[in-house]
């Protein structure tokens, strides 16, 4: 049956509406780089941005912003290619979507991170929001055969990566493998390593890498999950080992056909799946989301239908999903109904039944990205289309001490931290498995802007997550060195 365009699933990271577009209405649009803006709700922004950034010393151990001509709809982190004693140097993957005048292209930048309790206040506070940040340095251009609207790394080697582009097929990329390229008006794209097949229609941006195995899995709009193995490629090549090429201890191998089939298809969603996340404990068990609101857990080892389907999972399309690396019981939602929810697998039955243990709710639009925190299990962080990245802890809610007074415009249960530096919808962020409580997040910045994006890397003070009683007694002992350093006036 056919859809109406109101029906359709939104595509994000777009202008409005552009979901019903052909990918030939698309190519005609105006240009997407920086440019012409509604000045009246810039000015808006504009206030809110300039509260925003006198805070910025005393909010943050370190920021740095980074302009991007092209809006990027993911950002990763890859390898720490370099440690020193004030910053390690690392990867980070970024996009460039473009309005075809140049080619899409797959950007490997250099990041100099660096180390927490390192930079000034002063230099933290006085970035330049419209230019480059010279922590940030292209290291090289993958011209990308159609638009990159997905990044994930493989957590067994981060210098293969995968992404989904406007077609079905998941294209994985050996970066140190790949040539760099000259991003230039009718150059030939570049041939990605490996291709995975088994979408009969576009996959756009479901997509996850398993941290036990080389598995891939993928979600797209003929509302199936699909599940690979690259070990699946490497077993047709074991007889050409030898003549293999690739990076040091690649497990992408080149061939002349390099493409394989599924391990699986999975169908249970009657929309398009929005986003998909393996368990952290097992590379058969995974879940997904999608516009037909609902939750899916699946056990491969079971067959291909659902283990669970909460059928109401939230009140509009789900757009992301993550599943906690601490707790493999706890997984959280994200919605174009503006809120977060944390479900508990122990929760939730066969038959569809299931509410969640908790909503968070402080956004004021369409959640686009979730994500939880490595570093601490109840904490997670959430990026939206109203221009914000919120960090929640659930331990905190329903917390609250006798003493704190109740004002009227208190935090929402669990929120204590609130990233308000992006101008435009927050499309995608990341946290660094390698520098604790470190964010990467990108913004398509095309309502504000005219078009283009802002690239920001950030990190809050350490007086916002370690325990209080370390907190304070730093306090202590700051204010007794301040006492001992001002002179005792004469009696």
């Known amino acids: ?42 000015a808006s922004v504009d206030e809110k941005y300039v509260q925003w950034k006198s805070l910025v010393p005393v909010l943050y151990d370190w920021f740095a912003n980074h302009n991007l001509v092209w ?66 340095k292209k290291y ?13 790394e493989l957590p067994q080697n981060k210098n293969i990566v995968a992404t989904h582009t406007d077609g079905p097929e998941v294209l994985i990329w050996d970066i140190e493998a790949q040539p760099n390229k000259h991003a230039v008006y009718g150059a ?3 041939r990605p390593d490996l291709v995975l097949s088994g979408h009969q229609d576009n996959a756009e941006f479901a997509l996850a890498l398993s941290p036990m195995e080389p598995f891939v899995l993928s979600g797209g709009k003929d509302k199936t999950v699909v599940l690979w193995s690259i070990q699946d490629h490497i077993s047709t090549l074991a007889a050409d080992a030898s003549k293999s090429a690739g990076s040091a201890g690649s497990i992408i191998k080149s061939a002349d056909n390099p493409s394989i089939g599924p391990r699986g298809i999975f169908q249970g969603h009657d929309d398009t799946v929005e ?30 239908n659902p283990v669970i389907k909460v059928e109401k999972a939230h009140d509009a399309d789900l757009h992301c999903v993550d599943w906690n690396p601490h707790n493999d019981n706890l997984i959280i939602t994200g919605s ?35 994500q939880w925190c490595p570093d601490r299990s109840s904490v997670f962080g959430s990026s939206a289309e109203d221009g914000l990245l919120n960090i929640w802890d659930y331990e ?27 101008r435009d919808k927050i499309v995608d962020f990341h946290w660094n498995a390698s520098d604790p409580w470190t964010i990467v997040s990108v913004s398509d910045d095309l309502e504000t802007n005219g078009g ?40």
């Open 1 to 42: 049956m056919e859809t109406t365009p109101s029906s359709q699933p939104k595509r994000r990271g777009r202008p409005k509406g552009s979901s019903t577009k052909s990918k030939d209405e698309r190519e005609k649009e105006p240009h997407r780089r920086r440019g012409s803006i509604d000045k009246k709700r810039a």
């Open 71 to 136: 809006p990027s709809l993911s950002c990763r982190w890859g390898p720490i290619i370099e440690q020193g004693s004030l910053k390690n140097r690392q990867r980070l993957y970024l996009s460039e979507q473009t309005d075809k005048s140049v080619p899409n292209t797959l950007i490997i930048a250099n990041c100099d991170v660096v180390k927490p309790r390192v930079a000034a206040e002063n230099h933290i506070a006085n970035f330049n929001e419209e230019a480059r940040s010279p922590f940030v």
């Open 140 to 152: 090289k251009t993958i011209i990308h055969p159609g638009e990159v609207n997905r990044i994930r």
């Open 188 to 190: 030939a794209a570049s």
């Open 275 to 304: 986003d998909v996340q393996f368990c952290p404990s097992s590379s058969q068990e995974f879940c997904s989301v999608g516009d037909d609101s609902c939750l899916i857990l699946w056990d491969a080892r079971v067959g291909n």
């Open 336 to 370: 174009a109904d503006n809120s977060v929810r944390l479900f508990d697998r122990r929760n939730l039955t066969s038959d569809g039944v299931g509410s969640p243990v908790h909503m968070f709710e402080h956004h004021t639009a369409a959640v686009l990205c979730v």
């Open 396 to 422: 905190k809610v329903g917390v609250r001490k006798d003493t704190e007074a109740k004002s009227e415009d208190d935090s929402p249960p669990g929120l204590f931290f609130q990233h308000a530096g992006h």
């Open 452 to 491: 283009g994006g802002t690239l920001q890397i950030w990190r809050m003070t350490d007086m916002l997550y370690r325990p209080e009683e370390e907190v304070l007694a730093e306090m202590q002992q700051f204010k007794d060195h301040v006492s001992k350093c001002v002179p005792k006036s004469k009696a």
